[in-house]
């Protein structure tokens, strides 16, 4: 929240430099017509388009800071006709008047539920604001100036001339400017900044399949209130047969089971690693992937993480966007359509899993060792919107060996391979060492030996995103101790790409490769780093695997199981077929098919994609502090999902025609 805060104050700030520029570099705000031997005034567009896109309080601001610019012009230009301006009834009050009121219509306008009355609406409210704002300033000019004779001398004898004369010229060409202009330039913002603006474009075209799904909703959300509430997190400590991934997990997996049955699905819970849910029949089907697991809710939450908390516009908690919410919002698809006896001619099944976070154990389990049969077609709702057609390799490797480091005692941070680490913990009896440490800048804590350094969750897959805090002390210890064999180490263990090892390769394709440090231990003077490598195509993994041994020697690497690359081609039938039907649904023609580093169950079968349902330009925190989902993607989710399974069933159909 802090973060959105920041960012509408330097938007709002960057507009008020735009009036300040425009009022006082010459042919700027005022652009003149020698042949006409006018001016036209184009500041008032900037107040317009902060007023669309934040509303009155923004209008309201930038309008008074149109007004005191105006007036400090008025007081620089003295014996003009400037100079009627330094009254500030005429120069402050009707500029400050304009944006205010000019906040108030559009905040109106936004009410209107129909896409292409909106926008006509807003190039109208548009242009009759700008009226507005010439008939006030006018009329304040007027009535309130007290050089009558500076007017005469310009040829204004009358109210009526005045308002008149410039109304012929000026202000038919500013209202066209500002019809022109502030609906396309706010459009832009709109989506650009929709976690800040008052967007009123934001899926406001309502499709057959926003009606179908509609009626659910409500559900949607007390479902998903209560699944959050099953701390699915993987618990080594509760882990048993009966359990195989802790009883969290177990817990959340049950809940998804008793809705199913509850709502007369056919379901099978596979020995808690995955519920299998179906309806419909035939031999080929549409399979939906989900997961019911979540990542550990570290770092500094505003609320508890496991009670969802919701305001107007978002819900907040653990899961709510990776992947609780997602699943829900393909559970109630499914539920939709079957409800509407739209499902006929293939089976649909929602696999709900309880390890994707942590090894996508659950899923191996029904493929390759209950060997079911592979997706016909299908997705899982665990990525990004439009749709994901490529997904990097992945691998965790583990660095373990001797490295006496003088002084240090021990130290611990994070918690899973593919997260930033957002805190170490250290025990440090050396005080140069210590006094070296409190001299950065990071966020620390520093109690007699013991040191807390805090850095900033992300996703394994961009760790570029976060401020990772063992990286932080380790950069420490490599300028401390001056060794230049441990700086070299250290310099392969800090890299976000991989490059000092020589395993950071890139191409326009995919982009670039990632290494994310996201465990580390040292006690009894040995270390224990774990990393999550994510590699794209036309990597030679046995390479790298002997460019990563070498770099580390003297320390030990092992390696865990590679979790292979996924490539689709962007004209395949199924990367068309889901594109089509999320383009459908939100008229976004301009986002294309993406390639990505994370990971999901895709790669666990055959004829998978990531199919959203984070949207573009929208950032929900995934594996952050304080995830969150817009209410209305969920929403709109839904019914991309209903559209997609309905295209995914047709094109079954069509195939078996063939």
């Not at 400050?96 to 009121?101: A, I, P, S």
């Not at 009410?111 to 700008?130: D, E, P, R, V, W």
């Not at 009329?139 to 309130?144: A, H, I, N």
Request: negative net charge.
């Amino acid at each position: 929240m802090r973060n959105k805060m920041i960012l509408k104050m330097c938007i709002n700030a960057m507009f008020i430099a735009l009036i300040v520029i425009m009022t006082f570099v010459p042919y700027v705000g005022f652009i003149p017509i020698p042949i006409l031997g006018i001016s036209i005034t184009i500041i008032h567009v900037v107040v317009l388009i902060g007023a669309m896109i934040f509303g009155w309080k923004s209008g309201l601001l930038l309008g008074t800071v149109f007004g005191i610019c105006s007036l400090l012009k008025a007081l620089s230009y003295p014996g003009t006709i400037d100079y009627l301006f330094v009254n500030p009834l005429v120069s402050v009050l009707p500029r400050l008047l304009f944006g205010l009121l000019s906040g108030i219509v559009f905040d109106l306008i936004r009410k209107i539920k129909n896409q292409y009355s909106l926008f006509a609406l807003f190039c109208i409210a548009s242009g009759a604001m700008t009226f507005i704002h010439s008939f006030l300033t006018l009329s304040c000019l007027y009535l309130f100036s007290f050089d009558k004779e500076l007017l005469i001398n310009n040829g204004v004898t009358s109210y009526g001339q005045l308002i008149a004369g410039i109304f012929a010229v000026n202000a038919i060409l500013e209202i066209v400017l500002a019809i022109v202009v502030t609906p396309s330039l706010s459009l832009a913002l709109f989506k650009a900044f929709p976690d800040i603006t008052r967007n009123p474009f934001d899926f406001i075209k309502q499709t057959y399949y926003d009606k179908i799904t509609k009626p659910y909703r409500r559900e949607c959300i007390n479902s998903l209130i209560e699944f959050v509430k099953h701390k699915s997190v993987y618990d080594q400590e509760t882990s048993d047969q009966k359990n195989p991934f802790g009883v969290g997990v177990s817990n959340a997996l049950n809940f998804i089971e008793n809705l199913a049955k509850k709502d007369g699905f056919d379901v099978v819970n596979y020995d808690n690693k995955i519920v299998e849910i179906t309806c419909g029949e035939g031999e080929k089907n549409i399979t939906i992937l989900a997961h019911a697991d979540v990542v550990p809710a570290t770092g500094e939450w505003t609320s508890d993480p496991f009670v969802v908390r919701k305001d107007k516009k978002y819900l907040y908690g653990r899961g709510v966007s990776d992947d609780k919410g997602p699943c829900l919002a393909a559970y109630y698809a499914i539920k939709s359509l079957v409800d509407n006896n739209l499902v006929s001619g293939y089976q649909i099944r929602l696999l709900v899993g309880g390890n994707e976070e942590s090894g996508s154990l659950g899923m191996k389990h029904y493929f390759d060792v209950l060997q079911k049969p592979q997706p016909t077609y299908g997705f899982t709702p665990d990525s990004d919107f439009p749709i994901i057609r490529a997904e990097k390799g992945i691998v965790n490797f583990v660095v373990e060996g001797k490295l006496p480091l003088k002084g240090i005692i021990s130290f611990q941070g994070g918690v899973v391979p593919n997260a930033v680490i957002d805190q170490l913990e250290a025990i440090v009896e050396d005080e140069d060492l210590k006094s070296a440490i409190r001299a950065e800048t990071f966020d620390k804590t520093i109690e007699n030996n013991h040191i807390t350094i805090k850095g900033k969750s992300a996703h394994g897959a961009q760790p570029y995103l976060g401020v990772n805090a063992a990286i932080l002390f380790l950069n420490v210890l490599s300028k401390y101790y001056n060794d230049g064999k441990l700086s070299d180490l250290i310099s392969k263990m800090v890299t976000l790409t991989g490059d000092t090892i020589g395993i950071g390769f890139e191409n326009d394709d995919m982009g670039s490769c990632s290494l994310n440090l996201g465990m580390i231990e040292y006690k009894d003077e040995t270390i224990k780093l774990i990393f999550n490598y994510r590699f794209i195509n036309g990597v030679d993994f046995e390479k790298c695997q002997h460019l990563i041994i070498d770099a580390f020697n003297p320390l030990s690497v092992r390696f865990g199981n590679v979790s292979r690359l996924l490539y689709f081609a962007k004209d395949s039938r199924l990367i068309q077929t889901l594109l089509n039907a999320y383009q459908l649904e939100t008229s976004d023609l301009v986002s294309q098919p993406l390639a990505i580093g994370g990971g999901t169950y895709a790669k666990e079968c055959e004829n998978v994609v990531a199919f959203g349902m984070q949207f573009p330009n929208e950032d929900t925190h995934m594996h952050e502090p304080n995830e969150m989902i817009k209410i209305n993607h969920l929403y709109k989710a839904m019914a991309i999902y209903a559209h997609a399974i309905i295209d995914l069933g047709n094109l079954i159909k069509d195939e078996n025609k063939i």
